[in-house]
């Protein structure tokens, strides 16, 4: 087998060692049964509220543009099923009759979760929408809905609103675009310069431009634009500082396959990349930058971390940490739910295996060139 399939093969495999437990657990309605809820001491009972939902969205939120690609041979018969599975877990996790019911309507993290898995089905409409039963459909809607009785917090909060809007609206539901105006107009107030967005009024060294912010701005323009013309003025703006954050991703990733552990929610590990591997699955990567260095950027990182003792428990789910299993990473608000954002690497598997992501030659990426003495050009910030 040539490299290039290897590689593809790999993050595959990956990925689906990852969602297998939770997706079959879920399917099979004993989630809430099976489900650990490894948290900071003393908050398992508060956690154990909201962490089934977690594990739902943040798993489809990864894995949905694969689920959506069609493929050949065994690739295409593992989508098929997991495409199955995924229809399923969505029906148990909204089904009010459901062992497995999550919670739409108590306190304000369903409002995040409930984004995520609206963003998943944004990503994947035809596998986990269209083929959805309509009894599933309206649960779906429901619990969306439910939501909007809790506002979201002053912060990358508000386009967790505004996700959820932009899904009821490609379904056809009723929609509120005040909600999303909102967020789109304050976070072009927080715009900061150089492809980067504060979260709020204030910057915050973390790495919520990609887990949160820069892709749901994204992805909620693609859906909306149209809709409003200052909405399609700034689309151009948003794709523009995306692809300039995404430059500044692909530089942080160390000749080792390492990054900078800065900032809170490192437990959703190579979820720090969501974004750089969501401009890969768009064709949108900065001009410098190739897919095929951004696929061995990102698979020296998914190497780095999946790899290290301690990721997985004895029966398959992740364990909190950063590179391994590490307690006192944890916020308060993370649990094992929380952890599955981490899928979010894996959105160029969402691009066929003959896309030059997947079939290009292996190659340097930009800081293992120059830390080997290669002649770069310079970087620069972007207005």
């Given at each position: 087998m040539n490299p290039e399939a290897n590689a593809r093969e790999y993050w595959l495999k990956t990925m689906l060692r990852i969602v297998d437990v939770p997706l079959r657990a879920l399917a099979e309605r004993r989630l809430k049964e099976t489900m650990p809820i490894e948290c900071l001491p003393g908050n398992e009972e508060n956690r154990s509220s909201f962490a089934h939902l977690e594990i739902l969205g943040r798993t489809l939120c990864g894995m949905a543009p694969w689920l959506e690609v069609k493929t050949v041979g065994e690739e295409e018969e593992l989508r098929q099923e997991y495409a199955e599975l995924a229809r399923q877990a969505i029906d148990a996790a909204t089904d009010p009759a459901s062992p497995d019911y999550v919670n739409f309507d108590y306190g304000h993290q369903p409002i995040v979760d409930a984004a995520f898995l609206a963003h998943g089905i944004l990503r994947a409409p035809r596998e986990l929408w269209d083929k959805?039963?309509?009894?599933?459909?309206?649960?779906v809607i429901n619990g969306l809905k439910a939501t909007r009785s809790r506002k979201p917090f002053y912060c990358n909060w508000l386009l967790f609103s505004a996700m959820i809007e932009a899904l009821l609206y490609k379904v056809g539901e009723d929609w509120d675009p005040m909600r999303i105006d909102y967020a789109l107009r304050e976070h072009e107030q927080w715009f900061l310069g150089d492809g980067v967005y504060g979260d709020g009024p204030h910057f915050r060294w973390d790495y919520y431009n990609s887990f949160v912010i820069q892709p749901m701005l994204l992805d909620i323009l693609e859906t909306v634009a149209h809709e409003d013309s200052w909405w399609s003025e700034m689309k151009p703006?948003?794709?523009r500082r995306a692809i300039r954050y995404g430059e500044i991703q692909e530089r942080l990733i160390s000749p080792e396959g390492t990054f900078p552990p800065i900032g809170r929610s490192l437990c959703y590990r190579f979820g720090v990349f969501q974004l750089l591997a969501q401009l890969a699955l768009r064709h949108d990567l900065p001009e410098k930058v190739t897919p095929a260095q951004v696929r061995c950027a990102l698979e020296a990182v998914i190497r780095r971390m999946i790899e290290m003792p301690g990721t997985f428990d004895?029966?398959?789910?992740?364990?909190?940490?950063?590179?391994?299993?590490?307690?006192n990473m944890a916020e308060r608000y993370i649990c094992t739910g929380s952890l599955y954002l981490c899928t979010t690497v894996f959105l160029p598997l969402g691009l066929p295996p003959e896309d030059p992501f997947w079939k290009d030659a292996p190659e340097d990426w930009t800081s293992r060139k120059i830390w080997s003495g290669k002649d770069m050009l310079r970087d620069h910030a972007v207005d």
């Open positions: 959805l039963e309509p009894r599933v459909r309206r649960n703006n948003v794709i004895e029966n398959g789910w992740l364990k909190v940490g950063f590179c391994g299993s590490q307690i």
